[in-house]
């Protein structure tokens, strides 16, 4: 069992010297009613969001920001995530 939210601060944490190499900021917006503990494999979901920062960051322009949206079910009581969710860019 782990802290996600304390996860996600690590990873980006150890990646902020690449975003600013770049001029680029990280950063994490938590939309959750509360901290999550989760129950799985650290390392592996440590792996997986390393990987997904990093290539945000290697394939994001220079001056530009990275978000890092955590929702969860509390967000949408109903069960209907909005399809793009809020905050949400994408940009062609």
């Not at 009613?33 to 390392?43: F, H, L, N, Q, T």
């Not at 209907?80 to 994408?90: D, E, F, I, M, T």
Request: charged letters at 15%; proline letters at 7%; glycine letters at 4%.
């Amino acid at each position: 069992q782990f802290n996600l939210i304390e996860l996600l601060k690590d990873v980006m944490t150890a990646l902020q010297p690449l975003a600013t190499e770049k001029h680029q900021a990280i950063n994490l917006q938590n939309h959750c009613s509360a901290e999550k503990e989760v129950i799985g494999d650290r390392e592996a979901v440590c792996r997986v969001v390393h990987n997904l920062l990093s290539n945000a960051i290697a394939n994001t322009p220079h001056y530009a920001s990275i978000n890092c949206h955590l929702w969860d079910k509390s967000c949408w009581p109903d069960g209907n995530v909005p399809n793009p969710l809020p905050g949400y860019q994408h940009s062609s």
